[in-house]
């Protein structure tokens, strides 16, 4: 009974932070909000909520990661795959190196494997927590998408040095050429374990669903399942469950294209994954503030290992940490940045490979900014063993790893809520023609015309069928037609008059869904064409299933 109602407590306090975070200031970003909730119910309820890293893995991991692959811009990923891979792996591997490196420096006694390990910990950045520390911000879709794309990618390479640091500490060994191979077997493995999966399933649901009936509560609980059934699968293999859902979420967006639901469905759908990931990106900061009081309790005894000044030593270390973390993320930020104007200034690079952006440091400052760390951080650090392989020893600083990592969490959280809404004003960012205001007006021009000629094709055919009423069919038919015509004069989306109730109402919703399948199968081409980016139609697509749903088929 006490873990339900902590369990209902904690899903109040995400709620609650919604509404603080709207009503205070933008110092106070939602994820700072969330973790303090969580201190503040765990200590009034007087109840350690345990935060095991498997069960948070399992149950928090896969869905945040699904839902952000499968509403990344897949065109803009693509575009920027160089940055994304350079932030992900690169930063990552160098991070884990040079931060590993300089803790087995500055703190005495503590190992080298160990240092690896609380730098592998603390390499994964969180974009969940920037998104909701600059949503009062207009963030340049394309750095937002670097972000997000590193997101996918870095939890992997991150928690998988992280796995071999604890086993070089635990066993005493450690071999680069196995290390290596397990890490492209992990990632390789994964990544096509959970695109595979993800599209049989798709598949398997879209023939099922032509055969019998689609019903829209089992399609949309068939992929909330999809994210579990793939990381649980890649575990199983040894390859890694992260990689597993991400791949599936972005490939989510090509099957789906693909073996289409029903548009109802579609819409449900897009509202619960909403649903799932405000829930559940709130209540991992809740459950991350809930692990406050218990490492601050321990921290006396952690800084009384440190010497009589261990307090102060502690706060040292902690901030030395962070300021490693962000000379190595600017110095690389700034180095890929340079690399990039070097390319756009080559007479053969693409047009679209321009790169005429302002302050270059500012947006060197906020991508280093940007990076926040968040749960995985903890999740990862609270992997680590309480003992060594001989079963008696004490994993060496364990609880001055915990207290570090935590540190980075709220000190970065802290950072990018009071510097980076500054830094992010007025930052230009290379625009994509794809995604433009005129792009998707071309759009919406061609599916319009297309849907035209479809329900005049359409109404010609009941003409022939029933000659009878070719008067009531062209009248209908115009009655359509001048809704596209006035759609193409105004740009505009579909007007919300509903639909006549009269005796010819079943052949205008024919014609109507006639023409609404033209403009789908012309949005479907302009996004094969890269005439429009996978977002923008994305956007179009879900205009069309609110304009089915208005012409609802009468009974």
């Known amino acids: 009974m006490h873990t339900a109602l902590l369990s209902l407590a904690f899903l109040l306090a995400v709620a609650v932070s919604a509404m603080l975070s709207r009503l205070l200031p933008a110092v106070l970003p939602r994820p700072v909000l969330q973790i303090a909730l969580g201190a503040v119910v765990t200590l009034v309820s007087g109840q350690h909520v345990e935060l095991e890293p498997d069960v948070f893995f399992l149950l928090f991991v896969p869905p945040l990661l699904f839902v952000d692959g499968w509403r990344i811009p897949k065109d803009r990923l693509f575009k920027d795959r160089h940055a994304v891979l350079g932030l992900a792996l690169g930063l990552v591997f160098l991070t884990v190196v040079g931060v590993g490196y300089f803790l087995h420096w500055m703190i005495p006694g503590l190992p080298l494997g160990v240092a690896f390990a609380i730098a592998a910990v603390v390499s994964p950045t969180d974009p969940i927590a920037v998104s ?271 207290f570090l990592a935590m540190g980075v969490i709220v000190l970065s959280l802290a950072i990018a809520s009071l510097v980076l809404p500054s830094l992010l004003q007025g930052i230009e960012l290379p625009t994509d023609e794809s995604s433009s205001d005129t792009a998707k007006r071309a759009a919406h021009i061609a599916a319009a015309e297309a849907a035209i000629a479809a329900v005049e094709s359409a109404a010609l055919n009941l003409a022939q069928q029933q000659p009878e009423q070719q008067s009531n069919f062209d009248n209908v038919a115009s009655r359509v037609i001048d809704r596209y015509r006035a759609r193409i004069d105004a740009v505009s989306e579909e007007s919300d008059q509903p639909i006549p109730s009269s005796a010819s109402l079943r052949t205008e919703y024919q014609l109507l869904e006639a023409g609404i399948d033209a403009e789908r199968a012309t949005i479907n081409r302009f996004r094969q064409q890269h005439k429009i980016d996978s977002e923008l139609a994305a956007d179009l697509r879900r205009e069309l299933d609110i304009a089915a749903l208005k012409a609802e088929r009468p009974r």
């Open 132 to 402: 909701s520390i600059a949503e009062r911000v207009t963030v340049p879709k394309r750095l937002l998408t670097i972000l997000e794309g590193e997101s996918l990618l870095n939890d992997a390479s991150g928690l998988v040095c992280l796995r071999f640091a604890i086993a070089a500490v635990v066993t005493g060994s450690f071999s680069l050429t196995s290390a290596g191979l397990s890490f492209l077997w992990t990632a390789l493995a994964g990544i096509g374990l959970g695109a595979a999966l993800s599209w049989a399933i798709v598949w398997a649901r879209g023939r099922l669903s032509a055969r019998v009936g689609e019903e829209s509560g089992t399609a949309i609980l068939t992929m909330l399942l999809v994210p579990f059934a793939v990381y649980l699968a890649a575990e199983h293999i040894g390859a890694s469950g992260i990689l597993a859902a991400a791949a599936a979420g972005i490939t989510m967006t090509f099957a789906t294209a693909r073996y289409e639901a029903q548009a109802v469905t579609r819409l449900r759908s897009h509202v619960f994954w909403q649903l799932i990931e405000f829930t559940l990106n709130g209540a991992v900061f809740v459950l991350l503030g809930a692990q406050l009081p218990r490492i601050l309790a321990a921290a006396p005894a952690t800084a009384a290992q440190a010497g009589p000044h261990g307090v102060w030593m502690l706060l040292g270390y902690l901030a030395a940490l962070m300021g490693a973390l962000l000379a190595i993320r600017f110095g690389w930020a700034w180095l890929s940045l340079r690399l990039t104007l070097f390319k756009a200034r080559r007479p053969n690079h693409p047009p679209h490979g321009h790169v005429p952006i302002s302050s270059p440091l500012r947006i060197v400052a906020a991508m280093t900014c940007a990076g926040a760390r968040g749960a995985i951080t903890l999740a990862g650090v609270l992997t680590l063993p309480l003992v060594l392989a001989d079963g008696s020893t004490a994993f060496p600083a364990r609880d001055l790893a915990i």
